[in-house]
């Protein structure tokens, strides 16, 4: 599936290829919140990552608690503005 052009499309890519793997990484985390929608737009998505969203916050609160919840949400609504773009792409 193409993704060129959309936002966070790096992110994503990444996140697939570290979910496939079995990788716990940010964007394998975030992937894993988003794979619901992901899946219904035509996306294989490789697994699932049981309670991700708990865990992309630690992660992130490990590397800087301080910003873990603007980073979390930042992280969300660019997820957000993927599958809206693949959306409106399809």
């Known amino acids: 599936m193409e993704f060129e052009g959309l936002p966070?499309?790096?992110l994503v890519r990444k996140g697939l290829a570290d979910l496939?793997?079995?990788?716990?990484?940010?964007?394998?985390?975030l992937v894993s919140i988003g794979s619901p929608r992901l899946r219904l737009l035509g996306v294989k998505v490789a697994g699932e990552l049981s309670?991700?969203?708990?865990l992309l916050?630690?992660?992130?609160?490990?590397?800087?608690?301080d910003a873990?919840?603007?980073r979390f949400n930042a992280l969300v609504r660019l997820l957000v503005s993927f599958e809206r773009?693949?959306?409106r792409a399809a």
């Open 51 to 54: 309670d991700a969203e708990g």
């Open 8 to 10: 966070g499309a790096d």
């Open 85 to 87: 773009a693949l959306a």
């Open 68 to 70: 873990a919840h603007g």
């Open 57 to 65: 916050y630690r992660l992130l609160a490990e590397s800087n608690s």
């Open 20 to 29: 496939a793997r079995g990788e716990v990484t940010e964007e394998s985390l």
